[in-house]
């Protein structure tokens, strides 16, 4: 079974195995990635759409989402909860997505990056999309440990699925171009940030990391 296969056979009761605290992290999620108003956010990975009414209220009526995951199983999930016309579900392979360059102020990658089987390229085309001074955000919210423990735990084809810790993750950041990057590395929060430099702007500033 691949990754897609191993998502669509669980997407029925994916909701249902959430973290109780999930949605108060995914907020802050969405509070730290400075999402605005009228903002184009693309949610990379989303799985069964558990971001998407989170950044529906920070980006109000004025703003719009492209909600991208390979699994049909997970998309048909997320189609199925009636998000307004201003989310658009798309199944695609976040290594080369069809989408056009400098198209979104914000991209979030919640719980997905160690499903990817090329981070570094999928991080290069996630920075692609990014407009100027957009921001892109690696998130986890249950925390790194116990993402690693868990895909551990679950074996299959995410059994050696990681989420990298903050060093490895600032150069992946770092690599593809982005600039003020951090990364919070808590028991049960973690999260990476880094800016898409403006034009003519130095992309080899180093980076903070917290946590």
């Known amino acids: 079974m ?4 191993f998502f669509d056979h669980h997407a029925a009761t994916w909701d249902a195995d959430r973290h109780p605290e999930e949605d108060t992290r995914l907020a802050r999620v969405v509070a730290l990635a ?12 989303t799985g069964t759409g558990v971001l998407v009414p989170h950044l529906l209220r920070a980006v109000g009526s ?30 695609t392979d976040v290594h080369h997505l069809p989408l056009p360059d400098a198209d ?13 089987e090329d981070r570094a ?15 892109l955000v690696i998130s986890h919210p249950i925390g790194r440990e116990a993402v690693n423990r868990l895909h551990r735990d679950v074996g299959g084809p995410v059994e050696e699925d990681r989420v ?33 430099p403006s034009e003519g ?4 500033g180093g980076g903070d990391q917290t946590g």
């Open 121 to 135: 390229q999928s991080i290069r085309e996630m920075v692609r999309v990014l407009r100027s001074e957009g921001i």
């Open 34 to 45: 400075e999402v605005q108003p009228g903002h184009a956010v693309l949610d990379a990975g």
């Open 164 to 196: 990298p810790p903050p060093e490895a993750m600032t150069a992946l950041l770092q690599g593809a171009g982005l600039t003020e990057v951090w990364v919070v590395d808590e028991p049960e929060f973690y999260l990476a940030s880094g800016r898409r």
């Open 62 to 91: 004025a703003g719009r989402i492209v909600a991208i995951d390979s699994s049909p199983g997970m998309l048909e999930v997320a189609r199925q909860k009636g998000f307004p016309p201003s989310v658009t579900f798309l199944e």
């Open 201 to 204: 702007e130095s992309s080899s």
């Open 2 to 5: 691949d990754r897609p296969g």
């Open 104 to 116: 979104f102020d914000r991209v979030i990658c919640n719980a997905a990056l160690p499903h990817f």
